[in-house]
């Protein structure tokens, strides 16, 4: 079965600590994206990445960093240095960065205290 | 003005019922528009295209205005499995996807 996969489903983590989110797909996607959502708040972009080995900020970079060195993967590594780190992350994936439907994972939920 | 609105409900409606969301959008160089589901602690699925010509799938039929520049979703004879939260996506010119806050509807039996 195609689709993306996100793990682990829970985490916590105590403040201070790195936390490393994993996402995978077998969709063959191009586009990659990484979303958090806070309670009553929409999807916000963290990364995206339109190619391996490439990747830009999106409206919430700060704290958070990315990498793409294989097309199937996108890990998402938390930072210390995010302010308010407890959310819920998405990953999602597209053909190609253009007007594509997203296809979202599971999600992780993280909590920091 | 926010670049895509949605009224966040909770719309409450008897099963059977018919009911219709709006989403207005800033953009008007926006070129694609979803509408996806989100179910209480789960990942947005796509539930359907926006095409300027609509779009109609079994009993959900979405629209687009682009002179008053919204889409809109209606679900006709609702179900109970159809509460959830409807998300609206906006594509503008530049390919970023900018996505609602969402619209919560509850079918009540």
């Known amino acids: 079965d195609g689709g993306i996969t996100q793990s682990p489903k829970y985490l916590f983590r105590k403040e201070g600590q790195n936390v490393t989110l994993s996402c995978e797909q077998n969709l063959n996607h191009d586009a990659m994206y990484w979303y958090r959502q806070d309670p009553g708040q929409g999807l916000r972009l963290i990364y995206y990445?339109?190619?391996?080995?490439?990747?830009q900020k999106g409206d919430i970079a700060e704290g958070y960093s990315v990498s793409r060195e294989k097309k199937e993967s996108f890990p998402l590594t938390v930072t210390s240095a995010q302010k308010n780190p407890t959310a819920f992350y998405l990953c999602?994936?597209?053909?190609?960065?253009?007007?594509?439907?997203?296809?979202f994972g599971p999600g992780t939920r993280l909590t920091v205290t | 003005r926010k670049e895509v609105e949605q009224d966040p409900g909770p719309f409450n409606v008897p099963e059977g019922a018919t009911v219709a969301f709006n989403c207005t959008y800033s953009n008007s160089a926006s070129q694609s528009f979803f509408w996806y589901r989100q179910d209480c602690r789960k990942e947005p699925k796509l539930l359907m295209s926006v095409y300027s010509s609509g779009n109609e799938d079994g009993r959900f039929t979405a629209q687009l205005n682009r002179a008053s520049q919204y889409i809109s979703l209606l679900i006709r004879d609702s179900k109970l499995s159809d509460s959830a939260t409807y998300l609206c996506v906006v594509i503008p010119g530049t390919y970023k996807y900018i996505f609602g806050t969402g619209t919560r509807l509850k079918v009540l039996a």
């Open positions: 990445s339109q190619i391996v080995n490439d990747f």
């Open positions: 999602a994936s597209s053909l190609g960065q253009g007007p594509y439907e997203q296809y």
